[in-house]
């Protein structure tokens, strides 16, 4: 198969283009400066040159959207809604332009679009979007609009020929450096690794294996398409998902954080609170029931696993 994947230059592009390659797929990433073979240039934003590639591919990738690690100004929540919508809308007129469309359009989004919530898991069917929760701070409803016009942009474009499933993505843990996962182990290494804010909001996450593997089963499952959760199906609270990447680190010391703590050390780091507050309790309903199989469904094992990786490197 070729396989276009845009906005590809960044880890999980690199993870996929890895994975598909072994299988023996052509990849192609879209990419603002291409520097390596197999690498095309566009802009993210409008049609052009690019769009060849997608003519006759068999899927398409959109991994596109400006890094949510940041301090949400109102400049940086225009880059962040743009860079996800203006792409998706590019790819959608490159789809549907193409005499020979690709078989199936996978798209970016995000396990965000849910509600914050501790009683119940968010399922694909019965999951509640966000936006509305009474216990969660206005300025978490941007995260909410971004998810749902991502997602929106993707829906209203026009290629019946070409299945459209979108990839509602928790954190994506991987071994790389300066990635969530590293910077959560350094957090865990210097005992300052406890619970924030009580840590009974829940976090949802997935291994890279998993995740590589799952695109892999959508890619090939003709049936499924809409929204598709891509999370480990066992969310834990926050204090029990540090204490698990502790005890991979043989670190058994951790300093509880405050709520109020947490916000200034995100506004010091310039990037936000809500990414270490919001409750995002996330299962993947529609995989299970599809029988897609989890190599690592309990994050202790996967902990472990990716601990001694980033070790080796």
């Given at each position: ?52 590639e997608v003519d006759g591919s068999d899927v398409v990738l959109n991994l596109a959207g ?124 210097l005992g300052a690794g406890g619970p924030i804010a009580g840590g009974a909001q829940y ?111």
């Open positions: 198969m070729k396989v276009v994947i845009p906005g590809g230059s960044g880890a999980l592009g690199a993870l996929l283009d890895r994975s598909l390659t072994a299988a023996g797929h052509q990849v192609v990433t879209l990419t603002r400066r291409p520097a390596r073979p197999r690498q095309v240039g566009w802009d993210g934003r409008t049609l052009g040159a690019w769009a060849k400006r890094s949510v690690t940041c301090r949400y100004t109102e400049e940086n929540r225009r880059a962040m809604m743009d860079s996800r919508v203006l792409s998706t809308r590019a790819v959608g007129e490159a789809v549907a332009a193409a005499r020979r469309p690709p078989a199936v359009w996978l798209q970016m989004s995000t396990a965000t679009v849910y509600a914050h919530r501790h009683d119940a898991p968010n399922g694909e069917r019965d999951g509640l979007i966000g936006g509305d929760e009474p216990d969660a701070p206005p300025s978490w409803r941007h995260s909410i609009d971004i998810a749902r016009a991502w997602e929106q942009a993707q829906a209203e474009a026009e290629t019946p020929h070409t299945r459209k499933v979108a990839l509602r993505t928790a954190v994506v843990l991987g071994p790389e450096r300066g990635g969530a996962l590293d910077s959560l182990s350094w957090l865990a290494r976090v949802s996450w997935i291994h890279e294996r998993d995740f590589a593997r799952a695109v892999d089963f959508l890619i090939a499952r003709r049936e499924l398409a809409g929204p598709v959760n891509l999370a480990a199906p066992n969310p834990l609270p926050q204090r029990e998902f540090m204490r698990d990447l502790r005890r991979a680190w043989g670190m058994p010391l951790a300093l509880p954080a405050t709520r109020r703590m947490v916000e200034l050390g995100a506004f010091a780091l310039r990037s936000e609170s809500e990414l270490l507050l919001k409750s995002r309790r996330v299962v993947p309903a529609r995989l299970l029931d599809a029988g897609f199989t989890f190599e690592y469904p309990r994050w202790p094992a996967a902990a472990r696993d990716l601990v001694r990786r980033l070790r080796g490197r």
